[in-house]
T-cell receptor, first 115, second 111 residues
Framework: DGGITQSPKYLFRKEGQNVTLSCEQNLNHDAMYWYRQDPGQGLRLIYYSQIVNDFQKGDIAEGYSVSREKKESFPLTVTSAQKNPTAFYLC??????????????FGDGTRLSIL | KQEVTQIPAALSVPEGENLVLNCSFTDSAIYNLQWFRQDPGKGLTSLLLIQSSQREQTSGRLNASLDKSSGRSTLYIAASQPGDSATYLCAVQGGSEKLVFGKGTKLTVNP
């Protein structure tokens, strides 16, 4: 079945450590996104990528980095500069065309906590 | 700056009841509006997408309407079931790739 796979499901970060969250899709989608979800808040966009080797900052990019070397993969690194990383991280993808009116498809998320 | 508000934040109904969830947005210059469902600890599942030129979309027991000029959308759920219990999120897309999300309505359907 086509879909989006996020791993790991749970992740723990030590102080000063960088961690990388994996997102892989087999939907042949061009656009991919990373969101952060905190209790009582809506989803907030961290980074997004519309094509391979290109990505843009979202609303809360500070302390995060991404790469898009392959169409299928869009890993997110939470760096030590992100002082409040505890959250639920969601990856999404969408089919071709900025105005294609296709819905975003989401993975099942990674929950990141600080040790 | 686009803002999306969902009222109520939580709703509890008995099984079989018809119900309406509300979503409002401040900037009517949207490209589409989407309704999602989120189960606890899970990602979002797309339910309905309404293009800006459309007034409503239907899928099974779900019907979503859009009044762009007044900045409002409603999600109507007919004959609610315990399996409908989840958080429902609406999101609007403007002139960019970004979706702006509301904080959601947590629905509980009691058997």
């Amino acid at each position: 079945d086509g879909g989006i796979t996020q791993s790991p499901k749970y992740l723990f970060r030590k102080e000063g450590q960088n961690v990388t969250l994996s997102c892989e899709q087999n939907l042949n989608h061009d656009a991919m996104y990373w969101y952060r979800q905190d209790p009582g808040q809506g989803l907030r966009l961290i980074y997004y990528s519309q094509i391979v080797n290109d990505f843009q900052k979202g609303d809360i990019a500070e302390g995060y980095s991404v790469s898009r070397e392959k169409k299928e993969s869009f890993p997110l690194t939470v760096t030590s500069a992100q002082k409040n990383p505890t959250a639920f991280y969601l990856c999404a993808s969408r089919g071709q065309g900025r105005y294609s009116n296709q819905p975003q498809h989401f993975g099942d998320g990674t929950r990141l906590s600080i040790l | 700056k686009q803002e999306v508000t969902q009222i109520p934040a939580a709703l509890s109904v008995p099984e079989g009841e018809n119900l309406v969830l509300n979503c409002s947005f401040t900037d009517s210059a949207i490209y589409n509006l989407q309704w999602f469902r989120q189960d606890p600890g899970k990602g979002l599942t797309s339910l309905l997408l309404i293009q800006s030129s459309q007034r409503e979309q239907t899928s099974g027991r779900l019907n979503a309407s859009l009044d762009k000029s007044s900045g409002r959308s409603t999600l109507y759920i007919a004959a609610s079931q315990p399996g409908d219990s989840a958080t429902y999120l609406c999101a609007v897309q403007g002139g960019s790739e970004k979706l702006v999300f509301g904080k959601g309505t947590k629905l509980t359907v009691n058997p």
